[in-house]
């Protein structure tokens, strides 16, 4: 079965400072990569996500991450942070061809961003 | 577009109690998925209905059960309420077409409380 490690329980920046929050998955086979985004009060909501092609992927609101198959990471990366962005960040994992179309989720990043 | 909706969004029940979670899909969606997402933890999937059948079940017990509709909405049922239940039961759609899914569209929750 396969499985998703976040790094990081709480992240605080200052507005502007850089963003990387890690991600890394268990699984020896093809897989489908997702980050969620859940805003204080919001549901869960799709930021961005891998299937295949291009390793780096563009989501919403300026965020993207890098997939190294080699490393079994997909890291969430924003160059500068905004206020907005406090959230709780979920990597998650779809093992593709191994039955239903379930997502394994990580245990969730909070971020904190100062103003 | 209509998104995922889920109702009631809060509810208390009491251990031994039955509990029934509704969910209706995003239009154009025709598979929905449950999770459980338990404090401080990342979702957890429960079970996945396509065509009004599982389709998939995580590590849940089976008083633990589901239907799926005709309109694609779906009900999420728990048996014999144990106090380990309580958490914020999330629904998700997709939209599948031959073995290709959508990315999951989540409703905002219904927080179960058992007492």
């Known amino acids: 079965a396969q499985s998703v490690s976040q790094h990081n329980h709480h992240v605080i920046l200052s507005e502007a400072a850089s963003l990387e929050l890690g991600c890394n998955y268990s699984?020896?086979?093809?897989?489908?990569l997702f980050w969620y985004v859940q805003y204080p009060g919001q549901h869960l909501q799709l930021l961005l996500k891998?299937?295949?092609?291009?390793?780096l992927v563009k989501g919403i609101k300026g965020f993207e991450a890098e997939f190294i198959k080699s490393k079994f990471s997909f890291n969430l990366r924003k160059p500068s942070v905004q206020w907005s962005d406090t959230a709780e960040y979920f990597c998650?994992?779809?093992?593709?061809?191994?039955?239903?179309?379930?997502?394994?989720f990580g245990k969730g990043t909070k971020l904190s961003v100062i103003p | 577009e209509t998104g995922v909706t889920q109702s009631p969004t809060h509810l208390i029940k009491t251990r031994g109690q039955q509990v029934t979670l509704r969910c209706s899909s995003q239009?154009?969606?025709?598979?929905v998925s449950w999770y459980q997402q338990a404090l401080g933890q990342g979702p957890q999937f429960i079970f996945q209905?396509?065509?009004?059948?599982?389709?998939g079940r995580g590590n849940f017990p089976p008083r633990f059960s589901g239907l799926q509709f005709p309109n694609y909405s779906s009900e999420l049922n728990v048996n014999a309420l144990e106090l380990d239940d309580s958490a914020l039961y999330l629904c998700?759609?997709?939209?599948?077409?031959?073995?290709?899914?959508?990315?999951?569209?989540f409703g905002n929750g219904t927080r179960l409380t058992v007492t």
């Open positions: 699984y020896g086979g093809t897989v489908n």
């Open positions: 998700a759609s997709s939209l599948r077409v031959g073995g290709n899914n959508s990315p999951l569209h």
């Open positions: 891998y299937f295949s092609g291009d390793p």
């Open positions: 239009s154009g969606h025709n598979t």
């Open positions: 998650a994992v779809n093992a593709v061809g191994a039955g239903s179309y379930q997502l394994t």
């Open positions: 209905y396509y065509r009004e059948e599982e389709n």
